[in-house]
């Protein structure tokens, strides 16, 4: 639990999955990234050099016993998409990217 945000952490090497399982309104990235690096220190003891993610989500890259920390992965791909109505309460999705 950092900043009342608690999270579940997953370590596999020098990455760590941290998954936000508090219930926050309107999450903005840059707070809740911190707070998961905080919690991936406070769980390792590494010190977090990247994050990377999305507010419910997140991949922590950490330095331990002075090695470099992993290379951030490269990001996906990312697709835009409009929402439209399709009529009698149904909707339609059209993305591109």
Known sequence: MVDGSQ?????QGDVVEAIRTSSELLP???VIGRRAAIAAWQGTGCTP????????MMW???SCDG????????????????????????LDVL???
């Open 7 to 11: 999270f579940t952490l997953r370590r």
């Open 67 to 90: 090695r470099p920390a992993p290379q951030m992965p490269k990001r996906p791909r990312l697709l835009e998409c409009a929402v439209f109505d399709a009529g009698q309460g149904a």
């Open 60 to 62: 922590v890259g950490l």
């Open 28 to 30: 903005r990235f840059q």
């Open 95 to 97: 993305c591109g990217g």
């Open 49 to 56: 050099s990247w994050v990377l993610g999305d507010p419910a």
